[in-house]
């Protein structure tokens, strides 16, 4: 086993193993409820500033980093990440009781996106650089000549999460996008998953080595409860936060970076119940159209953010003949194994509140094995009962669907006005309902991300087009994406030069173009040799 792949419990600070002296915690195998090896020690919050530090030095020179370098770099910790192989997928299955497939699957997407981020990097159009020359002879006045261009913000702070231990965790899109946009980056490990954690980290430590830059480009910490967390959002040298996990916690977050005397951009991905709209005309086939929402609804435990959790469906036979089939094939399911202890006793709580506030139950499946893998079920409620209760659009982590029947367009417009922000809305319609729906999609692209129609929204694409986020409380900045190159803008800001000496310049605005960068000169999008 190489160095790479030997678990030390201690936080790597800008390449160095630094061991805490905040108390110690270890993974939970969630499957068994056996803790696992080793004891990872804790750094008090005090010791955040050494990491904050070093990310600080070492921004300068990372940002002043040519694209095909820093290109080079995302593929580097992509190539050692994906070296990690089986020993990755085998620790993180034990972290989080995720199945290998599952887990393999996400080993691929976290290096996808790494090197789809190179790719957005080496062509140099999220850059976005632009330029109006001079005009000396305009009347009444000149003009200057005018150069913009994107920079980094500076050191990011990124929160690993509990369902994705690898593509939304220590090498995963906020810390792509991050590095990608020209920002050193600080990881907070997931307590859930540290050696997983540990070794994704200790693979992008040996890249930032292999490329000669700062060793304060990455840093990962471990830390108990959330002063630590509170700790490093509040230091004044991160400039920005990328999170995804429960309203709670990114709310305090937000909060904690508000509070600042120079308050900062938390990107916050928190919470989503993705309604389903199955309008009239989407139920030729009840059974099929059943099928693929109960199979959406229990993929991985239901641990999705895009997981299907609200799902509006006409009255009538048709509708009935859904939920009948619906029902049938949850109460033939059997729960899987949930990420932690605290997630499966979550969804319980949650599924309890529900009924308390009305829903009926329609059916539930069995247990599954082991302490923590919950019957998977599905309820029943009303638009009226929807609108006087507030608390039942509240989102439930885990295998649990609530139908909300509608009985006319208006109600169901009514519904989707409601409705709270989220990441997905999914359409399931037919040829007879486009007149129905011509006054729902406009007010539905108000309160989500991504529209889809058909299909189910659980799965996630990583590629230029994708938005995953949505307004609040889906996150916390709806006007951005954690998935797709476009996240990189959320770590970058715009700067104008005016009248600048050529010499100067950052090389991406300077006449000779030594990047080879496409710009928008004059307004109009120039390829590098037509400049």
Aim: charged fraction near 15%.
């Amino acid at each position: 086993m190489t160095s790479t792949q030997t678990l030390t419990g201690s936080s790597i600070i800008a390449g160095e193993t630094v061991a805490g002296d905040a108390g110690t915690l270890r993974a939970i195998d969630p499957a068994t409820g056996e803790t696992l090896e080793p004891a990872y020690s804790l750094l008090a919050p005090a010791e955040v500033e050494r990491a904050t530090r070093a990310a600080a030095e070492a921004a300068p020179a990372y940002a002043a980093l040519s694209p095909a370098r820093r290109a080079a770099f995302l593929r580097t910790v992509a190539d050692r990440v994906e070296a990690l192989g089986e020993t990755l997928v085998a620790r993180a299955v034990a972290e989080s009781g995720l199945p290998v497939g599952r887990l393999t699957g996400e080993l691929g997407r976290t290096t996808g996106q790494l090197r789809l981020m190179a790719t957005v990097v080496e062509q140099g159009d999220h850059l976005q650089a632009r330029i109006d020359p001079a005009l000396p002879d305009r009347t009444p006045l000149p003009r200057p000549d005018l150069r913009q261009v994107h920079v980094p913000l500076g050191p990011v702070a990124v929160f690993g999460a509990s369902n994705f231990p690898l593509a939304f965790s220590t090498a995963g899109g906020d810390t792509a996008a991050a590095l990608a946009a020209g920002c050193p980056v600080v990881v907070k490990a997931h307590n859930a998953h540290p050696g997983a954690a540990e070794l994704v980290g200790r693979a992008v430590t040996e890249a930032v080595a292999e490329h000669g830059l700062p060793a304060g480009v990455f840093s990962l910490l471990y830390g108990g409860g959330n002063e630590i967390g509170q700790a490093l959002v509040s230091d004044p040298r991160i400039t920005a936060v990328g999170f995804t996990g429960s309203r709670g916690g990114g709310l305090a977050l937000v909060a904690a970076a508000a509070a600042r005397p120079v308050p900062i951009p938390v990107y916050a991905e928190m919470s989503s119940i993705n309604p389903v709209l199955v309008m009239p005309g989407g139920l030729s086939d009840p059974a099929a159209l059943a099928a693929g929402y109960v199979g959406s609804l229990t993929l991985g435990a239901g641990q999705f953010c895009t997981n299907p959790g609200l799902l509006l469906l006409p009255t009538g036979p048709d509708g009935d003949a859904f939920l009948a089939a619906a029902g049938e094939l949850v109460g033939a399911a059997t729960g899987q194994t949930m990420l932690t202890p605290g997630i499966a006793e979550a969804y319980r709580t949650g599924a309890q509140a529900l009924a308390a506030a009305g829903a009926e139950p329609v059916a539930e499946g069995t247990p599954g094995s082991g302490p923590h893998a919950p019957a998977p079920a599905v309820y029943a409620t009303t638009t009226a009962d929807l609108a006087a209760r507030p608390e039942l659009q509240a989102e439930v982590f885990g295998a649990l669907g609530l139908v909300v029947r509608y009985s006319s367009t208006d109600e169901l417009l009514t519904a989707v006005g409601d409705l709270e922000g989220q990441l997905t809305a999914t359409v399931h319609a037919g040829a007879g309902d486009t007149e129905a729906l011509a006054p729902v999609l406009p007010l539905l692209a108000t309160k989500v991300g991504r529209v889809l129609f058909g299909g189910w929204p659980t799965g996630v694409e990583v590629s230029h087009a994708m938005v995953h986020g949505g307004p609040f409380p889906a996150t916390s900045d709806g006007r951005s994406t954690s998935v797709g190159t476009l996240a990189v803008h959320r770590f970058q800001r715009p700067v104008c030069f005016q009248d600048a000496p050529d010499e100067v310049l950052p090389p991406s605005l300077q006449r000779a173009n030594p990047w080879g960068l496409s710009r928008r000169v004059d307004g109009v999008v120039r390829r590098p040799e037509e400049q």
